[in-house]
Every structure is written in structure tokens, then in C-alpha cells.
């Protein structure tokens, strides 16, 4: 089955950028989404077909999708923006596959 | 503004059954442009795509949990469902369900979510 790979953890400080990477076999040819979620909170979709941004969401807030990698890039991080973030794409069944989920600690 | 909201006992005995319904408000269930689907969230992991629906009943569902689930629409009554049975303790989650954008494949509105505890 297809899997979706982040890293389980970054940190940055307020005011800097945020990367979070998502690696999967050929990600590239698939459309790629980002999830926000805060504790006790559903999730948000925050990017979605790799890189554009649901209405409501901040500028600062971007994606790309290349190869085997699809990234989420935040801006001028704010503590606001501390949260999981999930990367989702969809398997030829169709299935939906979602990435292990990355804490984003603002420090 | 579309809305879904998870209903269902918060506490299923092991080898039981667990039920859920995901009533939709504020669109149709009946939309060619849409799947319908439940996620889960074991306590402190990540997110599990559990299956989805079409209006017209076609269903897809996670390999490993296939055997054991069952997602179903009624579109006279705007909702869509779930039954998973002989649940375990590794069945205990909160279960969230999500409308799926086909075209663009992502999920655009989320229901709040409900805690379902597997235990005796």
C-alpha cells in the first residue's frame, strides 16, 4: 500500500520559516493537501492540489510538490501557526492515504 | 455553510459493534463531486482514513480494515454511517467524518469529531 513519510517533529523560532517535508513514491504525480490541527480540534485543510490556499488561510502558508516530496513551507512563523500537520494524497483504489503527522513547535 | 456532525455511543464493550452516523446539513449528500468518508484518530497518533462512499453506494475501504467495515448512505435523510464490528481496544479513537473533493482529492469540510472507547 502507499505511504506517505514526515518527519515527526520541527521546530523554529517565531519569525523564521517552518518546512515540513512529506516523501512518497512519486508523490509528484499526485495532488498533495496539508491538514492543520490543533489539540481537541477537527483538522483544517490548509493546502490543497500542492499548492493552493483555501479561503481563509494565511499567505504565509505555502506548497509545493515535486519527484518523491511534497512541502509545506510557513513564512514568518507565528506562534498561532504551532500545531500537527498532516500531508494527505489519494491511492489509485481510491484511497486515502495520510502522513504520520508532524508537530510544529514555535520557540 | 456545509456542516457534519458524528452521532453515536461513546462506549462499545469489546467484540461488539460500533455504530456512527454523520449527518450532513447546509449541501446534499446526493453531489457527483464528492465522496463521503470516516477518519479516525487513535488517542495521541495520527489520522486513519477508514473508507469512504459515493451517494450512489459505491464504498472503499482501508485494506486492513475491510473485512470489518461497512459504510452506507441515505440520501433521503442526508446522512451516511458507519458500523465496524468485532471491535478491540485498538478500535478506540475519535472517529471524524469528511467530505472528499474527487476532483482536487482532499477533504474540505471535517465533522467535529467523537470519542469512541472500546472497554468492558
Known amino acids: 500500500s502507499y505511504e506517505l513519510t514526515q518527519p515527526p517533529s520541527v521546530s523554529v523560532s517565531p519569525g523564521q520559516t517552518a518546512t515540513i517535508t512529506c516523501s512518497g513514491d512519486k508523490l509528484g504525480n499526485k495532488l498533495a493537501s496539508w491538514y492543520q490541527q490543533k489539540p481537541g480540534q477537527s483538522p483544517v485543510l490548509v493546502i490543497y492540489e500542492d499548492k493552493r490556499r483555501p479561503s481563509g488561510i494565511p499567505e504565509r502558508l505555502s506548497g509545493a510538490n515535486s519527484g518523491n516530496t511534497a512541502t509545506l513551507t510557513i513564512s514568518g512563523t507565528q506562534v498561532v501557526d504551532e500545531a500537527d500537520y498532516y500531508c494527505?494524497?489519494?491511492?489509485?483504489?481510491?484511497?486515502?492515504?495520510f502522513g504520520g503527522g508532524t508537530r510544529l513547535t514555535v520557540v | 455553510q456545509l456542516q457534519l456532525q458524528e452521532s453515536g455511543p461513546g462506549l462499545v464493550k469489546p467484540s461488539e459493534t460500533l455504530s456512527l452516523t454523520c449527518n450532513v446539513s447546509g449541501g446534499s449528500i446526493s453531489s457527483t463531486s464528492h465522496y463521503w468518508g470516516w477518519i479516525r484518530q487513535p488517542p495521541g497518533k495520527g489520522l486513519e482514513w477508514i473508507g469512504s462512499v459515493y451517494y450512489g453506494g459505491s464504498t472503499y475501504f482501508r485494506p486492513s480494515l475491510k473485512s470489518r467495515v461497512t459504510i452506507s448512505v441515505d440520501t433521503s435523510k442526508n446522512l451516511f454511517s458507519l458500523s465496524l464490528k468485532s471491535v478491540t481496544a485498538a478500535d478506540t479513537a475519535v472517529y471524524f467524518c469528511?467530505?472528499?473533493?474527487?476532483?482536487?482529492?482532499?477533504?474540505?469540510?471535517w465533522g467535529q469529531g467523537t470519542l469512541v472507547t472500546v472497554s468492558s
Open positions: 469528511a467530505r472528499l473533493n474527487i476532483a482536487s482529492r482532499f477533504l474540505d469540510y
Open positions: 494527505q494524497a489519494w491511492d489509485s483504489s481510491p484511497a486515502v492515504v
